[in-house]
């Protein structure tokens, strides 16, 4: 039976200032159960990265700050969990990678020892035995464990990720959240690293976190998808439901009109016409509803809840 490792209920989160409050999640719910992998997409500024720091308490100090819901993690909720507590559960527990390999290295390391310092934070190993565990994450990752003396610089970019990746993996964590991890890499990488995640997950049954505005890499991987617009998730369910089901959230439908296709014959593609809301001044009811080309009178007053479809969840008041 599945057990579930992440459950997040009813997140709000804003970031405020002296001048504003912006409101970053509002309400997010988000199930991740252990060994899975969970694709959350959806445009910039939709939350996804909020929702990923919210859970490592990585939001900026005294700005972004979570106003009510859970984040439970094992069963223990991270919003009630002291700074210390934290400490022994991010890198250990719950490892991140974030989008831009480039910036994550430090320039003056070689590679082997920014891996080592990983470990040495968090596992008590001699040095013959970290030496070991770098060796094996290197070439789990496939990089030889002679370049472990090699520095950053001496990478492409697709190997720089794969050792950010073995650097987040060093502690054998159970939940590995992935920020955007192929954008900034061209495509037959991303490829490579794609697949590389998707035997990582099934040889370490490794619950992952994977933020993307990218359906297509979502399609590819992922078990679940949940899709987020203005800091709410508006549909969500297995990734075979979202990809094959005929009832969809007007924004999903969107965003499914904003791939090309090499099936059906398509002139132009349709974008989602105009943009996120300001998260400062959201709309009432809906919060798609400016966008919307089904909007009816209810959506501009009144806020959708989580309607269950036959296949999956969506958050319209399309579906009764
Ligand atoms: Fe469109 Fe209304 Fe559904 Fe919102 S609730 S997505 S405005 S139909």
């Known amino acids: 039976m599945s057990q ?145 003396k090699e520095f950053p610089h001496q990478f492409s970019g697709g190997m720089k990720q794969r050792v950010i990746i073995a650097m987040a993996l060093s502690c054998d964590p159970e939940l590995l959240i992935a920020d955007e991890p192929t954008t900034a890499l061209d495509v037959t990488i991303q490829a490579q690293v794609l697949n590389m995640m998707e035997e990582l997950k099934h040889k370490l049954n490794t619950a992952m976190l994977l933020i993307t505005h990218d359906l297509g890499v979502v399609a590819q991987i992922c078990d679940k998808v949940a899709i987020m617009y203005a800091g709410e998730i508006i549909e969500s369910g297995t990734a075979e439901d979202i990809f094959e089901a005929k009832e969809h959230h007007p924004y ?41 080309p089904q909007c009816m009178e209810i959506c501009r007053k009144v806020h959708p809840d989580d309607r269950q479809t036959e296949t999956h969840t969506i958050k319209c008041h399309l579906y009764k």
Do not use: W
């Not at 106003?67 to 527990?93: P, V």
């Open 4 to 148: 579930t490792l992440l459950n997040i209920k009813n997140l709000y989160v804003n970031y405020e200032t002296d001048e504003e409050t912006v409101r970053a999640l509002n309400g997010v719910n988000l199930k991740l159960n252990k060994g899975e992998m969970l694709g959350l997409v959806g445009e910039t500024g939709a939350g996804k990265t909020t929702t990923a720091l919210s859970i490592l308490k990585l939001l900026p100090k005294d700005i972004g700050i979570i106003t009510n819901g859970q984040i439970e993690f094992d069963g223990k909720d991270l919003t009630k969990l002291k700074e210390a507590e934290l400490r022994n559960i991010r890198g250990e527990r719950i490892s991140m990678i974030f989008q831009d390999p480039m910036t994550s290295l430090n320039p003056v390391l070689t590679v082997g020892e920014q891996i080592a310092e990983v470990i040495e934070l968090h596992k008590t190993l001699d040095k013959k035995q970290i030496e070991s565990k770098v060796n094996e994450m290197l070439e789990l990752v496939g990089i030889p464990a002679k370049r472990k």
């Open 252 to 292: 999903t439908v969107g965003l499914f009109g904003s791939i090309p296709n090499l099936i059906e014959k398509t002139n132009r593609l349709k974008p989602i016409l105009g943009l996120m809301p300001d998260p400062t001044d959201l709309p009432q009811g809906c919060k798609f509803h400016p966008r919307c």
